[in-house]
């Protein structure tokens, strides 16, 4: 049989492709390179396993109370409020602070529980509410059930059906400023994990619930001074007036649990 001459020019062209393509099966793809990348933009601000970072607002270490079971991080009120303890309960992530920021956190509390998560929080005052934004957890459903709302809801002018909860008062509204959007509110029964955001910067900020975006409001406008010296803070000149600070948690003598605490700078 005559033998076939193999071309040289089609051996040197099929080396080169094979070179090329070896060389396309070790290049990471680039949306792992990319999710890689956003990944590592977060700061872990609670990992399951420390506390490091975390301290009493005004204080030095953290509160009786708050301690770390099944890798969440948790207010357990039989050891808080039943030892002798004469300083704030509310917690601050005190290792540094934000500005803008996207925040990410699963939250539950139980039935007629209450809490809250703050920002851009300042030290020294009587206590965070004073000085920092809001993002309101609490039971919509049994909370108004289970506590006395009317002296309070009347003296900030509730006079109609002043026993109940209203909806500057729940969960992912801005407390007392900025309603969250019922029609688009996600809420989780008591006992079951929710998770929240919260996105802040000059231009907007947003607050949402199990994935939905229930709320949005520009910050230091002339509404937003408005809505702040008509209700609740118009006799707290510092209430949401900082550019940075702390992320806090609320003890409202409840039990309250917190996993998945993370953060990214805008």
Known sequence: MKKLKFPLWLALFLMVMGCKETKKEHLPSTAST?????????????????????????????????????????????????????????????????????LYVEWKLPK??????????????????EVAPEYQLIDDENYADMHDLTEYNLSLGYTEKPEELKPLQQTASDYAMHPADASKKILHPVGEWNSSKIVFTPEQVEHWLNGQKVLSFKPWTDEWYEKK???????????GKYKTGYIGFQDHSSPIWFRNIKIKEL
Not at 62 to 86: C, H, K, M, R, V
Not at 112 to 129: A, T
Not at 231 to 239: E, H, T, V
């Open 34 to 102: 990319t999710e890689k990348a956003a990944e590592e933009e977060w700061i872990v601000l609670f990992d399951g396993s420390s506390t490091d970072g975390w301290r009493a607002y005004n204080g030095e270490g953290l509160p009786p109370g708050w301690t770390i079971e099944d890798s969440t991080l948790t207010f357990n009120t039989a050891l808080g409020l039943e030892q002798e303890y004469t300083g704030g309960t509310d917690i601050i992530y005190g290792d540094r602070e934000f500005g803008n920021f996207e």
């Open 112 to 129: 007629g529980g209450n809490s809250g998560i703050f920002y851009h929080l300042k030290e020294g005052y009587n206590g965070p509410p």
């Open 229 to 239: 010296n008509s209700d609740k803070w118009k006799n707290s000149p510092d209430y």
